[in-house]
């Protein structure tokens, strides 16, 4: 009987000595602290570079528009094309996805909306103010025709231009599945 | 990171964990409680049941999105004028459609090319639930014009709204389907519980698929065997090596399971062929379309079910080609005529077969699509009509209420979508109900169901 009481106590004292050194191991590795709003990266200088050059050009965001984002900024440009266009669109949408876990639905001024800020993150891919964007709220294509976007799901929408005869589902139509050829995000 | 946050963290996690482990279960748990008491308890079971009986549930999934705006017209003429008006290039002639006088009231007309289900409707065989859609709770235009209603997750996307609407359960990224459900429910009324009592004739789906209940798919040729067993220039050695192989006894627990269920498999090919064989194909002529042929065969199957054993059986079709973006006059109208004489020549073929009241097949689609057109077709949309039919069915009636079919009137979100005023769950659990769940088991099967008036709409006897 004694002897019973001596291993069930050895094995429950060695069963707390494992579990405390778990507990220990696991929080000493622990990695340290790094708050969010301390990791951006310091912005480099002119004669941090150590050469003549002139500085590369870097954008930063409007400190009065902190969702701004130039993502979208050679959407529609005149020296871009429509396979741009949809580059960038593609680019957008992915970069919604990332933020929201999934594409915006509706119709385009409802998908405009949503990619301006009108979601939970208010997360902002597409600038409200975007050139491309009409007093309607439809982001329209460089020929001034609202792209059609067409839901197949979640991740996955076809975005179609009407193309230069700003008619839909004629020849000239521009189609574009964003995440259909690439890796899903 | 400190410690004490990291800690919290996983107890969080834990607890979360714990969370999900309770409610993915729940739901199982009680569904096999539910089939336990239906087994062992008759006369007060939890079904509305007796024996004897024969029921099948008949899917019919119109893939794309059914544009019922032109399925089902307003006819009297200031209604006919206020849609004519609003549809533009997509309005039918008013000479052209079919008109129908529905016992409730109102004047209506099904597209020129459902003359099936005019036949139908007139015989009160068929009936229409109007304005039906994936809802969490009821929606107003005001709700969700401010944003404030709770709404189906990706409204308006092929793909998410078609497993909603088999789901019934809007709000949920799981994917099991609610005949899948009712059928884990009611499996064990089946005296052969070895054959799935979900059989489908387009395919792996989401609506048939149950926590225990899989699909078992058929072509519309009959049952799909395994190659090398069916065809006769194999050698018979080779055969018998095969099934040999099948019969060995296993200690490995998958290989045991894969032997196990391909050995099912053949047998329950075997025993449908045989039943099959001894049922002549229906004398009613069904259409030599992909539809008529899944109907055929799902009449043949109905008609031999109780004989393999069944007293409930679900089935599932479907039809493809709905999203009608483009040339939509001509190609819905191709549509419908293929749906309406396949809907025609199943009712005929149950009524040759003496299981008219025994088959209620039922219409789901992606959703509805816009009143407004977008060039020669439609877009997305969300409420949506849908058509009942058998024996069992109110037919000649429309149920729910019929929107007002004005681009931004009460009915619409803006662009001439619907919002539903009657939701998929309550249309599912009627079909529940007449398939013998119990009322008292029907919150189970449809969580969002008490957000509802009504969980009977009326329309099954």
């Not at chain 2, 996307?157 to 497993?163: A, G, L, N, T, Y």
């Not at chain 2, 609407?165 to 709000?171: G, H, I, R, S």
């Not at chain 2, 884990?184 to 004739?201: C, G, K, P, R, T």
Request: charge should be negative; glycine fraction near 10%.
């Amino acid at each position: 009987m004694h002897r019973r009481i001596l291993v069930s106590t050895t094995v429950l004292g060695l069963g707390v000595v494992v579990t405390l050194w778990t507990i220990h191991t696991w929080t000493r590795t622990a990695p340290t602290e790094t708050p969010l709003e301390r990791t951006a990266p310091p912005i480099r200088s002119a004669t941090s570079t150590g050469s003549d050059s002139p500085p590369p050009q870097v954008r930063v965001h409007e400190r009065d528009d902190p969702g701004r984002s130039p993502l979208a900024d050679p959407l529609g440009a005149t020296d871009g094309t429509i396979a741009g266009d949809m580059r960038v669109l593609e680019d957008v949408l992915s970069n919604y996805r990332l933020a929201l876990g999934a594409n915006p639905w509706g119709a385009n001024a409802e998908i405009v909306a949503q990619l301006s800020g009108s979601n939970r993150r208010a997360h902002a891919p597409l600038p409200a103010d975007h050139h491309a964007i009409d007093s309607e709220g439809r982001l329209l294509d460089r020929w001034g025709t609202p792209f059609f976007f067409h839901a197949l799901d979640a991740r996955t929408m076809e975005v179609r231009s009407a193309g230069p005869d700003r008619e839909l589902y004629t020849p000239d139509d521009v189609v574009h599945t964003p995440g259909a050829d690439r890796r899903p995000d | 990171m400190n410690t004490a946050t990291r800690n919290l963290s996983r107890r969080a996690f834990l607890k979360r964990g714990a969370c999900a482990a309770l409610g993915t279960t729940g739901l199982l748990s009680t569904l096999a409680q539910l089939r336990v008491l239906a087994a062992g308890v008759s006369g007060q079971s939890a079904f509305s049941v007796s024996s004897g009986d024969y029921k099948a549930l008949v899917c019919v999934f119109l893939y794309g999105g059914n544009d019922a705006n032109n399925l089902v017209v307003p006819y009297e003429q200031q209604a006919y004028d206020n849609y004519a008006r609003s549809r533009s290039i997509l309005a039918l002639p008013r000479s052209d459609v079919l008109p129908i006088s529905p016992l409730g009231g109102g004047s209506y007309a099904f597209h020129p090319a459902a003359t099936g289900l005019q036949t139908l409707f007139n015989e009160r065989r068929l009936a229409v639930l109007a304005n039906v859609g994936t809802l969490i709770a009821p929606v107003t235009r005001a709700d969700y014009r401010s944003g404030s209603a709770a709404l189906p997750a990706q409204l308006f996307s092929h793909s998410d709204q078609s497993v909603q609407w088999q789901m019934a359960l809007p709000d949920s990224s799981r994917k099991i389907g609610w005949g899948g459900r009712v059928a884990d429910l009611m499996a064990s009324l089946n005296e052969n519980e070895q054959i799935s009592m979900a059989v489908s004739l387009a395919g792996i789906n989401t609506w048939q698929a149950g926590n225990q209940t899989v699909v078992y798919p058929v072509s519309h040729d009959g049952v799909v065997g395994i190659d090398m067993l069916e065809r006769e220039w194999v050698d018979p050695v080779r055969k018998d090596a095969f099934t040999g192989l099948l019969e060995l006894e296993r200690r490995n627990l998958f290989e045991r399971s894969i032997a196990g269920s391909t050995s099912r498999t053949i047998e329950n090919n075997r025993l449908i062929a045989a039943a099959l064989d001894q049922t002549p194909p229906p004398n009613t002529p069904f259409p030599e379309t992909e539809l008529g042929r899944q109907l055929r065969m799902i009449a043949r199957l109905a008609r031999i079910g109780p004989t393999l054993g069944f007293r409930r059986q679900i089935f599932f079709a479907s039809m493809g080609g709905w999203d009608t973006h483009d040339g939509q006059i001509d190609a819905h109208s191709e549509l419908v005529g293929e749906l309406a004489a396949a809907f025609l020549a199943f009712n005929r073929a149950t009524v040759e077969y003496g299981i008219e009241d025994k088959a209620t097949v039922f219409t789901a689609s992606d959703f509805g699509r816009t009143f407004s057109t977008n060039g020669k077709g439609s877009d997305h949309g969300w409420g949506n009509h849908h058509l009942v039919m058998g024996g069992a069915v109110q037919g000649g009636r429309i149920f729910g209420r019929f929107p007002e079919l004005i681009v931004n009137g009460p009915d619409d979100t803006g662009q001439g979508r619907w919002i539903p005023t009657t939701s998929v769950d309550q249309y599912s659990a009627t079909l529940a109900r007449w398939f013998g769940v119990d009322a008292s088991n029907l919150p189970e099967l449809f969580p969002n169901l008490g957000n509802f008036a009504s969980s009977d709409l009326g329309f099954m006897s």
